[in-house]
């Protein structure tokens, strides 16, 4: 897996899980801030939630209490558990670095963001 490519998307009904997953070698442990944002059809980019070194994180009010950002240290993955799914979650997923300035965790504004890889596509049907 290419780093900071998304996986683990795909259809759940309204009120499902997912969890999403990215390799971050090169960014866990150095970035500032990684985290995930997503992209509806011709919609706007929007920040979804990150994590900065410190280990806190930061959520979009649209996710707060239902996606749980996290990263495995030793295998140096982020993930994006998302339950209670709704279908205006509907959006490909990426997974990205604000490697230098750590104002993605605190804005969320994806123009903050340095990378990004390969989005995973969430749809979710009522």
């Known amino acids: 897996q290419a780093n900071l490519e998304a996986s683990g998307g795909g259809s759940v009904p309204s009120g499902g899980s997912l969890r999403l997953s990215c390799a971050a070698s090169?960014?866990?442990?150095?970035?500032?801030?990684i985290g995930w944002f997503r992209q509806s059809p011709g919609g706007e980019r929007e920040g979804v939630a990150g994590?900065?070194?410190?280990?806190?994180?930061w959520y979009a009010d649209s996710v707060k209490g239902r996606f749980t950002i996290s990263q495995d240290t030793a295998s140096h993955t982020l993930y994006l558990q998302m339950n209670s799914l709704k279908p205006e979650d509907t959006a490909t997923y990426y997974c990205?670095?604000?490697?230098?300035?750590?104002?993605?965790?605190?804005?969320?504004?994806?123009?903050?963001?340095?990378?990004w890889g390969r989005g995973t596509l969430v749809t979710v049907s009522s």
């Open positions: 990205a670095a604000d490697r230098t300035t750590g104002v993605y965790c605190y804005t969320l504004a994806p123009d903050a963001l340095d990378d």
């Open positions: 994590v900065n070194l410190a280990g806190n994180t």
């Open positions: 090169k960014y866990i442990g150095s970035a500032h801030c």
